[in-house]
């Protein structure tokens, strides 16, 4: 759990840092040009993160679900050596996606505008610049969507039917309290996050400045809590709080 949970910050040093220097250079400098280059490879790190965030949540749930539910087999299944085969099976599968995602980005071609109402570049603010938006580019957004984020939701969720009707069936207070307080920053982080997802999924295409303070929150205060809430499971921050 520690070496997903390590991951997990790696990820959210990853969302801030594709997102805050920039914006800080906008807000310092007044100079809010972004070159195409930049723009791009934005994109393709926002993905790959993203991605890996999605799946790397799933896989906790998965660990999770066995530490619970068949604690006996859980060092034979999630061993350091799969866990580590995993870990690196997440990335792969995060840089080869971005970089599929990102080839047919660079197809689309700006013709309405080239000024995106956004503090930074993704999908969504560059589809409604753009004049080639093919129904194969809204196919791959649907895949994305499908494979990165329903697919893992949906996985999750079932994770933890199994844990909770598991913890329920235990005899005693104890171990009812115990076996929780194993999953509830998790389940902290994954309401978070993907109540966070689901709110800018619904913004309108059109509320520019909500969609923006939106992403600000999405991206540098959503990873910043992440850590924090893992944190209050420490009994020596319990002890200082």
Known sequence: MYLFICNLSIVDIFYTSVMVPKLLHMLLSGNHIVSSTQCYTQLSFFVTVG????????????????AICNPLHYYRIMSVRNCTLIIIGIWAVAFINSSLFLTFVLYMSSCHSNIIHQFFC????????????TQLFNVVNCVETLV???????G????????????????????????????????????????????????????????????????????????????????NVQSAL
């Open 51 to 66: 991605g890996a965030e999605e799946i790397l949540l799933f896989v906790m749930a998965y660990d999770r679900f066995f």
């Open 122 to 133: 993704d999908a969504k603010s560059l589809t409604q610049i753009t004049c080639t938006t």
């Open 148 to 154: 990165f984020g329903f697919i893992p939701l949906m």
């Open 156 to 235: 999750t969720v079932v994770s933890y039917v199994k844990i909770f009707s598991d913890i329920f069936k235990m005899k005693t207070k104890e171990n009812r309290k115990k076996s929780f307080s194993t999953c509830s920053s998790h389940v902290t982080v994954i309401s978070i996050y993907y109540g966070a997802g689901l709110i800018g999924y619904l913004i309108p295409p059109y509320s520019d400045l909500l969609y923006s303070v939106f992403n600000i929150t999405y991206t540098t205060i959503v990873p910043m809590m992440n850590p924090i809430i893992y944190s209050l499971q420490n009994s």
